[in-house]
């Protein structure tokens, strides 16, 4: 069984609560080999068609981006329908977030750097969530002062990326709770207890903050009307974590005249081990944006690949990419030719190259793009305010 819901929840990401080979995916808790055909049969999402990705490209100068041609958004909601809409004259704003618990890794930037390709081809707006209430109510032993610590820092990683001011407004939940909370009330009035637990595993030691959190997360979907009187769909890129809180905003947007929420979903960039998630809560498999080179370096040398015992072998049978946490690295965001891709494929396969080979390349690739990354985050110390929402 899937569990959609985390259950016994104590702590984000932290959560041992399942055997470690069951699939797990909810908002706080990803774990165990994730079975996305499963989860677009359980969650009821639909897969990205072929159909449809030819419809997107029509509007991306007949080119797919790579994390769509790569299938590494897999999934939607609705992404028919707003493409319909649009093409009819009504636009969209695109809506993603962060939850502040620490520092931002690779895997958070893959949303994001997808949702910076729909800003520019798409030239909407961007609503960005930091959730700092969200990661204060859901761990017993976090500080408020801390989350909010940790949204400054995660909204510099978000305009390092290249969102420009005009479009792209930053909410920080726990500063900007004056703009949401009336749209939240009139979410909350709406979803049961009943539903709410069922969707997300609530039990009766769940502390009520977390119960009507969800409403919270919902209400950036509909903040749009509420700024310009537009009232146009909201469609979200994120991997399919977040899932649990579309479902239940999906079911009341209607009744309350705004348009259902849209959703592209991804997959997860797994971590350095042997399996799950990149996350936070496991910084020796995760590479963070702030990372030194020589923590890349020591990271990457420790990484699980799909190598075998001794050179002597891999070179006479060959490497399994499949499983290799750093082939996921190049397929993910780092070899955009997909010839290059194929031939480093290729080579791993046959034994042509071995895993040293592999990690002592994707170390410069990482490492040059921190250093480019770094240097632009200092840069968004400036400019940070130009992207917090206004009223
Ligand atoms: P958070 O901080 O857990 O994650 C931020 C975004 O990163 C995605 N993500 C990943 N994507 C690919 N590979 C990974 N290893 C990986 N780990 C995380 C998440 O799906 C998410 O898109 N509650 C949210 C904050 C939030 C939000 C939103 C997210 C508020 N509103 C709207 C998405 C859309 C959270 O804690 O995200």
Same mark, same amino acid.
């Not at 081990?273 to 910084?283: L, Q, V």
């Not at 990271?299 to 290799?324: D, F, H, L």
């Not at 997909?338 to 990690?359: D, M, N, S």
């Given at each position: 069984?899937?569990?959609?819901?985390?259950?016994?929840?104590?702590?984000?990401?932290?959560?041992?609560?399942?055997?470690?080979?069951?699939?797990?995916?909810?908002?706080?808790?990803?774990?165990?080999?994730?079975?996305?055909?499963?989860?677009?049969?359980?969650?009821?999402?639909?897969?990205?068609?072929?159909?449809?990705?030819?419809?997107?490209? +029509?509007?991306?100068?007949? !080119?797919?981006?790579?994390?769509?041609?790569?299938?590494?958004?897999?999934?939607?909601?609705?992404?028919? +329908?707003?493409?319909?809409? $649009?093409?009819?004259?009504?636009?969209?704003?695109?809506?993603?977030?962060?939850?502040?618990?620490?520092?931002? *890794?690779?895997?958070?930037?893959?949303?994001?750097? &997808?949702?910076?390709?729909?800003?520019?081809?798409?030239?909407?707006?961007?609503?960005?969530?930091?959730?700092?209430?969200?990661?204060?109510?859901?761990?017993? #032993?976090?500080?408020?002062?801390?989350?909010? !610590?940790?949204? $400054?820092? @995660?909204?510099?990683?978000?305009?390092?990326?290249?969102?420009?001011?005009?479009?792209?407004?930053?909410?920080? @939940?726990?500063?900007?709770? %004056?703009?949401?909370?009336?749209?939240?009330?009139?979410?909350?009035?709406?979803?049961?207890?009943?539903?709410?637990?069922?969707? &997300?595993?609530?039990?009766?030691?769940?502390?009520?903050?977390?119960?009507?959190?969800?409403?919270?997360?919902?209400?950036?979907?509909?903040?749009?009307?509420?700024?310009?009187? #537009?009232?146009?769909?909201?469609?979200?890129?994120?991997?399919?974590?977040?899932?649990?809180?579309?479902?239940?905003?999906?079911?009341?947007?209607?009744?309350?005249? $705004? *348009?259902?929420?849209?959703?592209?979903?991804?997959?997860?960039?797994?971590?350095?081990?042997?399996?799950?998630?990149?996350?936070?809560?496991?910084?020796?498999?995760?590479?963070?944006?702030? %990372?030194?080179?020589?923590?890349?370096?020591?990271?990457?040398?420790?990484?699980? +690949?799909?190598?075998?015992? +001794?050179?002597? #072998?891999?070179?006479?049978?060959?490497?399994?990419?499949?499983?290799?946490?750093?082939?996921?690295?190049?397929?993910?965001?780092?070899?955009?030719?997909?010839?290059?891709?194929?031939?480093?494929? *290729?080579?791993?396969?046959?034994?042509?190259?071995?895993?040293?080979?592999?990690?002592?390349?994707?170390?410069?690739?990482? @490492?040059?793009?921190?250093?480019?990354?770094?240097?632009?985050?200092?840069?968004?110390? @400036?400019?940070?305010?130009?992207?917090?929402? !206004?009223?």
């Amino acid at each position: 069984m899937i569990k959609t819901a985390a259950l016994d929840i104590n702590d984000d990401n932290t959560n041992n609560s399942s055997s470690s080979n069951e699939m797990v995916v909810t908002p706080w808790e990803v774990k165990g080999k994730v079975d996305y055909d499963r989860l677009i049969k359980e969650f009821g999402t639909q897969p990205l068609t072929s159909q449809l990705l030819k419809r997107i490209e +029509t509007h991306t100068d007949n !080119k797919l981006h790579l994390q769509l041609e790569r299938k590494i958004f897999f999934s939607h909601r609705d992404l028919d +329908t707003t493409l319909e809409l $649009y093409e009819k004259g009504t636009k969209f704003v695109l809506y993603t977030g962060r939850g502040p618990s620490g520092p931002v *890794h690779i895997g958070h930037l893959v949303p994001w750097i &997808f949702t910076l390709h729909l800003q520019q081809t798409f030239k909407t707006r961007l609503y960005f969530q930091i959730t700092d209430d969200e990661k204060y109510l859901v761990n017993d #032993e976090r500080d408020l002062k801390e989350t909010t !610590k940790w949204s $400054y820092e @995660n909204a510099l990683d978000l305009i390092a990326l290249g969102f420009k001011p005009e479009d792209t407004f930053i909410i920080y @939940n726990t500063k900007d709770i %004056d703009l949401l909370y009336d749209i939240t009330l009139e979410v909350a009035k709406r979803i049961t207890y009943s539903t709410a637990r069922s969707s &997300f595993g609530f039990q009766d030691s769940t502390n009520i903050g977390w119960v009507y959190w969800a409403a919270i997360q919902a209400a950036p979907c509909f903040i749009h009307k509420k700024l310009t009187g #537009e009232n146009v769909p909201a469609l979200i890129p994120a991997a399919i974590d977040q899932d649990p809180y579309w479902r239940v905003t999906r079911d009341v947007a209607q009744k309350l005249g $705004y *348009h259902k929420p849209a959703q592209i979903h991804c997959r997860f960039l797994p971590g350095l081990g042997t399996g799950g998630k990149m996350s936070a809560s496991m910084p020796e498999t995760s590479i963070f944006t702030t %990372d030194q080179p020589n923590d890349v370096k020591k990271k990457i040398w420790g990484a699980y +690949t799909g190598g075998k015992p +001794t050179a002597a #072998e891999q070179r006479k049978t060959g490497a399994n990419p499949q499983i290799c946490s750093i082939y996921q690295y190049y397929h993910y965001i780092f070899e955009e030719d997909p010839t290059k891709l194929k031939e480093r494929e *290729h080579k791993c396969t046959t034994g042509e190259i071995l895993c040293g080979e592999c990690k002592k390349d994707i170390t410069e690739k990482l @490492n040059k793009f921190l250093e480019a990354h770094q240097e632009r985050r200092e840069k968004a110390k @400036n400019i940070i305010e130009q992207y917090h929402i !206004k009223r």
